[in-house]
Nanobody, 118 residues
Framework: QVQLVESGGGLVQPGGSLRLSCAAS???????????MAWYRQAPGKERELVAA???????NYADSVKGRFTISRDNAKNTMYLQMNSLKPADTAVYYC?????????WGGGTLVTVSS
């Protein structure tokens, strides 16, 4: 089993920035690594959607709605993934979840709430 824990959410004004982190750990495996890691979000009343993804090699892709504003990155040595969010909009308000693929098994974090409001 692998555990993912998100942090960094909160309340921010439109146009502001936040940096989310996703830290991975395991009590079962002394060493593990993720293939693809990703950030998803779910706004109230809407389905969960992919925000950004990053492969083990560093290739990235983004939802059109966040291109140019969000940047995904990862530190494999620390088993940590990040999402730098700039120029935030009220439409970005959602619970943000991290997701990671370890040998074909997908794991989810519990989510962190981002609220963009004045």
């Amino acid at each position: 089993q692998v555990q993912l824990v998100e942090s960094g959410g909160g309340l921010v004004q439109p146009g502001g920035s936040l940096r989310l982190s996703c830290a991975a750990s395991s009590r079962s495996f002394s060493r593990f690594w993720f293939n693809t890691m990703a950030w998803y979000r779910q706004a109230p009343g809407k389905e969960r959607e992919l925000v950004a993804a990053i492969t083990n090699g560093g290739s990235t892709n983004y939802a059109d709605s966040v291109k140019g504003r969000f940047t995904i990155s990862r530190d494999n040595a620390k088993n940590t993934m990040y999402l730098q969010m700039n120029s935030l909009k009220p439409a970005d308000t959602a619970v943000y979840y991290c997701n990671g693929d370890v040998a074909g098994n997908y794991y989810w974090g519990g989510g962190t709430l981002v609220t963009v409001s004045s």
